[in-house]
């Protein structure tokens, strides 16, 4: 592990006994897991080269329980980490050893469907793909659709505001939520918006979203639905360069359409797929797209034909539209499915997640060529290509020593080069401990110690998931000062009227 | 007669706010200032106006991304925009006539900072989820960027939730990226006409509910009908408003005007007259003219199924009209110097939500809250984020919430 946890507090290791038979006073039963074997499965998230035992496992089922856990952590000062499904990609549910891991995978409840206001109110452990099953019978869903929707959690997707294939369209996770209840570190319990829309103050939801278990422990949220489209196609196209595939995204939009979806794969990625799926995409092709159109038939058959000429106008080689429901989901299935398929090629594979300005693909796909070769290891790569959202898959061998490392710093040199031409650390898969070390890259000591004021407001003691997102912890006494610099500043300067 | 500071630059901002937090000076926030008589009065020992810092710095169409310095008019961005057939899909609203100002003013800046939104909002959300990054000057006078030029970004906090809305009481925004979306090719309305409450709701219910895609859903009951534009008849009416390429406006509006015939009669606005129509909704026509202009505004914001159980809490002598689908209602109250807050107040409390008092004199302002009061433990945690940027209160100090 080349990250640095914050230092284990021997105190709280001293007492841990204690601590055990405490919190079992507060959530009874199977809801506190102290033993070593039962813990291991909590060790890591998706994020495995990362592992830590927590001090002990709590699995809380009620709000009160949830707040006098956080209570009386923050009384007796111990760490909380914070735990949905575990499918975090940048560890952010990456256990401490003196905290304990609060796993909300109880909160499993879709409490209600309110069709009239097109919300649901939901647990934070019921799964993505379990709200849009729920109300799918009446022809709704739930937009965000990340590829992990089976396994992860609305919390976990509000902690990293998830995003998924459809949110050029539909928007992300922070589009897409209304309100919830959270619990703070110290117990206290507030509810933020509601089935309404807008905040009544500070859009203290919308910092929320995003905050990767930081702020406060989410115990319930009031999801958007949408209405399912009537119908949905999807569009294959193949190209002989990365350039091309690009050129007919920007012109796609140039054109004034907005797919439903419109994802890219580069050759490594399209043949591991292949391979795994048979979902019948071209293998001589350098890149290939997928764009999907959504809304009534009529809309989508006159926005296919358009798709399909702008892509021959773009040097398309090959371009195929699905002719049934079985076919648009085989296509999809297919990238759906490329983590697992470049999982089948390579023993082990670092996914990545930079953003960057659209128009900077063809330069970002020939320079990490270039990593590729100096690291001496193989890469594939799928891209939200609508959102510039990349998802460079790193092929590694943990085994082969030395391996891990060049993955590691192949991928940061990944996300600098993201940074450098505009673009962000992370789309939609979080900071966490895996890119904490990087942030400096994109934000200064000032912009960091801004954000850490709001983590003050929630949780002052920094108690709640310690060690992710913020390279240096500071004391909230220390950043709350006032660094005055002297009263003549340079006012005539500034014109006055 | 308070002195104004016309920064420059972002420089100058920066040295304007340190200066005035090294001095205890309290600054009042402003753009165009289209929206000044929103709000708790303010006492400032002074204006920093930013409405200098003017211009777009960065557009790419087929990105979807601007930038422009905060002070930029909001006219000149939404001209540019449509120069290359794009909007923001936001469509924000214009406070401007409200306050019998003339139409049009008002900064990219000042939109965000009071989170405008329009119509579309059941749709395309507020200005809140088109903000994608902002540098700004907080309150220690220290300048902070967050977020970036692209849609999809998670690292860090995303301070620009925190700003949009925040009443500049956090930071003075000096740049911001905004995402834009291509304009609909087309657009139509279905009117369902004569309908009361009860059944106007239950229509956009049953509209939104279907796979139309509706773009804006609004009642327009019969005592203000005659304010909007496009009206077949100055009625009740209940409008849908589809958007998009022509066959599929041209096949939502058969399906639309099928399922919603049931409730009443239904009539089709060609593009034209919607387009004057939802302009004027938009406006919050009624409230802006000038027999209504001394009435108190209130905009409140619920469940669009609670929409006329909230009308029923209110005075009778107040008018009304609902959009987005019976989630948002605009309250115009009979008597100047009365706002009726009691009953407001007890009808959110009720059905959820909150209400905002938009428009009235500044002693009622200074009287009753402005913005929805926070229980205890939310308005302890707002204080404590205000102190976080601003814990001088240099910035539009209690212009939300007293001590805030």
């Known amino acids: ?497 | 007669m308070t002195d104004i500071l016309k920064p420059r630059d972002a420089k100058d901002v920066e040295d304007a706010v340190a200066w005035a937090a090294s001095n205890d000076k309290a600054l009042d926030v402003v753009g165009h200032g289209s929206k000044r008589g929103i709000g708790r009065p303010s006492q400032t020992d002074m204006t920093l106006d930013l409405s200098a810092l003017d211009g777009v710095t960065l557009y790419e169409p087929a990105e979807l991304v601007l930038s422009a310095k905060a002070g930029t008019p909001l006219a000149a961005i939404e001209a540019l925009l449509a120069s290359n057939n794009q909007q923001l899909d936001f469509e924000p609203m214009d406070y401007g006539p409200l306050f019998g100002a003339p139409a049009g003013q008002g900064t990219i800046g000042g939109v965000i900072a009071a989170n405008q939104s329009g119509p579309r909002r059941i749709k395309a959300g507020a200005a809140r989820d088109h903000f994608l990054g902002v540098t700004a000057v907080t309150g220690r006078g220290e300048t902070i960027k967050s977020g970036g030029r692209v849609v999809k970004n998670v690292t860090g906090y995303d301070m620009c939730k925190a700003l949009a809305g925040s009443w500049g009481t956090l930071a003075a925004m000096t740049d911001v990226t905004i995402k834009v979306l291509p304009k609909p090719e087309t657009q139509a309305s279905v009117v369902v006409e004569g309908l009361g409450d009860a059944q106007a709701c239950a229509a956009m219910a049953a509209a939104m509910g279907s796979s139309c895609d509706v773009s804006g859903a609004a009642h327009l009951p019969d005592h203000v009908a005659s304010h909007f534009a496009g009206l077949p008849r100055p009625e009740a009416a209940t409008v849908l408003r589809l958007e998009g390429v022509t066959p599929s406006v041209e096949h939502r509006k058969q399906a639309l005007a099928s399922l919603l015939k049931p409730f009443g009669p239904v009539a089709l606005l060609d593009e034209k007259d919607s387009v004057a129509l939802w302009t004027s909704i938009r406006q919050v026509a009624p409230f802006a003219a000038d027999s209504a202009r001394a009435r108190p505004l209130w905009r409140i914001s619920t469940a669009p199924r609670q929409a006329q159980r909230l009308a029923e809490l209110i005075t009778p002598a107040a008018q009304m009209f609902y959009d987005w689908g019976g989630g948002l209602v605009w309250v115009a109250m009979p008597f100047e110097n009365e706002a009726d807050a009691g009953s407001i107040r007890r009808a959110t409390a009720e059905l959820g939500g909150h209400a905002t008092l938009v428009r009235a004199p500044a002693a009622l302002r200074a009287a009753v809250d402005v913005f929805e009061p926070q229980n205890a433990g939310l308005a302890a945690l707002s204080k404590r984020v205000k102190d976080g940027f601003d814990p001088k209160g240099v910035l539009n100090p209690g212009r939300m919430w007293a001590g805030v």
């Open chain 1, 1 to 497: 592990m080349s990250v640095r946890m914050p230092e284990a507090d021997g105190a709280v290791l001293a007492r841990r006994q204690a601590i055990v038979k405490a919190l079992r006073t507060l959530v009874p039963g199977e809801g506190v897991i102290a033993t070593e074997r039962e813990m291991k499965p909590f060790e890591t998230d998706g994020l495995t080269a990362y592992h830590q035992l927590p001090l002990v496992v709590v699995l809380p089922e009620t709000t009160e329980q949830v707040s006098q856990v956080l209570a009386y952590c923050h009384a007796e000062g111990i760490k909380v980490v914070p735990r949905g499904a575990g499918t975090s990609l940048s560890g952010g549910a990456l256990p401490l050893e003196d905290g304990v891991l609060l796993g909300m995978a109880k909160f499993n409840r879709v409490k209600e469907i309110d069709l009239d206001n097109r919300v649901a109110v939901v647990e934070p452990g019921v799964t993505n793909l379990a709200v849009s099953v729920a109300v799918a019978s009446d022809g709704f869903y739930y937009a965000p659709d990340p590829s992990s929707q089976i396994a992860c959690t609305i919390g976990g997707n509000i902690a990293e505001n998830s995003g998924g294939v459809h949110c050029l369209k539909y928007g992300m996770t922070t589009n897409n939520v209304l309100g919830c209840e959270i619990v703070l570190m110290t117990g206290e319990v507030l509810r933020l918006g509601g089935k309404h829309l807008d905040a009544e103050g500070y859009d203290l939801l919308g910092l929320i979203v995003g905050s990767e278990g930081l702020l406060g422990v989410v115990t319930e949220v009031t999801v958007r639905l949408l209405k399912k489209p009537e119908t949905a196609r999807a569009v294959m196209i193949g190209f002989p360069s990365s350039e091309d595939a690009g050129e007919c995204v920007s012109a796609i939009i140039a054109a004034g359409i907005i797919p439903g979806g419109m994802e890219m794969m580069d050759k490594p990625a399209i043949h591991a797929v292949e391979e795994f799926v048979h979902a019948g995409y071209p293998l001589d092709v350098e890149a290939l797209l997928l764009v999907e159109l959504d809304g009534p038939g009529a809309e989508v058959d006159h926005l296919i034909e358009r798709v399909e000429k702008i892509a021959r106008d773009c040097r398309a080689v090959s371009c195929q539209v699905s002719n049934s429901e079985q076919q648009r989901l085989l296509f999809w299935a297919g990238r759906k499915a490329a983590f697992p398929a470049v999982g089948r090629i390579s023993p082990d594979y670092y996914c990545m997640d930079g953003t960057i300005p659209r128009a900077q693909l063809p330069q970002v796909l020939k320079r990490m060529k270039e990593l590729a070769t100096h690291y001496k290891l193989g890469v594939a790569n799928v891209f939200h290509a609508g959102d510039g959202n990349l998802h460079p898959l790193i092929l590694y061998d943990s085994n082969k020593p030395g391996e891990l490392d060049r993955a590691e710093a192949f991928g940061s040199d990944v996300l600098r080069l993201c940074v450098e031409v505009g673009g962000v650390l992370t789309g939609e898969h979080g900071v966490g401990v895996e890119k904490r070390d990087l942030m400096p890259t994109m934000f200064s000591e000032i912009d960091l110690a801004a954000q850490q004021r709001v983590k003050c407001a929630f949780d002052a003691k920094g108690l709640l998931n310690p060690g992710k997102v913020f390279p240096v912890l500071h004391r909230c006494a220390e950043l709350g000062r006032m660094h005055i610099s002297g009263g003549q500043l340079p006012f005539p300067d500034i014109p006055r009227f």
